[in-house]
């Protein structure tokens, strides 16, 4: 926001040296403005006696403005950390700002909140730790509900988090196109170079693999999804283990559709959900009023159809339902 100005006082006729009767006139009126001013500023104060008051609480004709706590009201803002590299669910267009699934969800549920859902890049396995510390007011990044980072007892979720469930995905293993090394299922990751992000479910899945697999496999764990990609692209890995949604977009679109493929079937689907400090029971609630509303009204099958998504499509609105 930029700070309001004040637009210079014109000049009073020519370069002459004003009469002091003109001088009179110049202070009575300048008198008369600043009781005007001053009687202005008194109109967006509630009368709690001589002297002004507090500042009357913003409104907004959004169906849930009310449901939203008063500090966030007032600022009109929700600050959102997300890992904004992970597309189609999240990423940086063309033009720098955030696109994708997770960003076009959230200005269809500003618009019923009456608030902006801003977006502010962070690195994954921060993104719980950052808003427990209060840098951001909820985390919207392709995050998977699980019991542990509820809980706390995921490395990534430092504090724990309630979560509002908005989607539904599970992994999946992209590879070259054409399949060389013929990956179908995780057992054809043994002994095989498989890349994952840092933090993440797929982290999991690829280290739980490797205990079962008899010699195991050579694992990069990247701290962005899309080293993980590169990895891939430049034959230092033979495959990748990310969200399905993440997996199908690159296979479409990555190289005009010719660098990659998904093999075998989704794994483990699992909810998605917006984290929001477990104090923070009046924002949480109303954040699923508004996945709930945008359900409702339309908006939300609009954005998943936008992005070929709409197998990750949730009918109801829920909280911690991860297991």
Do not use: H
Not at 27 to 32: I, N, Q, T
Not at 34 to 63: F, I, M, N, R
Not at 142 to 149: C, L, Q, S, Y
């Amino acid at each position: 926001m930029t700070a309001r100005t004040t637009r210079p006082l014109p000049s009073v006729g020519g370069t002459s040296r004003p009469s002091a009767r003109r001088r009179l006139v110049a202070v009575g009126a300048l008198a008369v403005a600043g009781s005007l001013l001053l009687t202005a500023c008194g109109d967006q104060t509630d009368s709690g006696g001589e002297g002004g008051g507090e500042p009357k609480a913003k409104t907004s004709e959004a169906p849930l403005f009310d449901k939203l706590p008063k500090d966030i009201q007032s600022a009109g803002v929700i600050k959102v950390g997300s890992d904004i590299a992970y597309a189609p669910i999240e990423f940086m267009n063309e033009d720098g700002e955030p696109d994708g699934i997770d960003p076009d969800l959230a200005e269809a549920m500003g618009k019923v909140l009456g608030v902006e859902l801003k977006f502010e890049n962070g690195t994954f396995d921060q993104l719980v730790l950052g808003m427990n510390s209060g840098r951001y007011d909820v985390v919207m990044s392709a995050m998977t509900d699980t019991k542990e980072r509820q809980q706390g007892e995921s490395k990534d979720a430092e504090g724990g988090a309630d979560f509002v469930n908005y989607f539904k995905a599970g992994s999946a293993i992209l590879v070259k196109k054409g399949n060389p090394k013929n990956i179908e299922t995780l057992d054809d990751l043994c002994g095989k170079k498989v890349a994952a992000q840092r933090g993440t479910a797929n982290e999991t899945l690829v280290k739980e693999q490797d205990k079962k697999c008899d010699g195991g496999l050579d694992a990069f764990i990247a701290d962005k999804d899309t080293d993980s990609i590169t990895q891939l692209q430049n034959g230092r890995a033979d495959a990748v283990v990310t969200d399905f949604p993440v997996a199908l977009y690159n296979e479409l679109n990555a190289g005009g559709g010719k660098l990659f493929e998904v093999v075998g079937d989704q794994i483990d689907a699992a909810p998605y959900g917006i984290a929001v400090n477990k104090k923070d029971t009046q924002l949480r609630d109303a954040l699923k009023a508004a996945v709930q509303e945008i359900i409702d009204n339309g908006e939300y099958a609009k954005v998943l159809k936008k992005w070929k998504a709409e197998a990750g499509a949730i009918e109801e609105a829920t909280v911690n339902a991860g297991k």
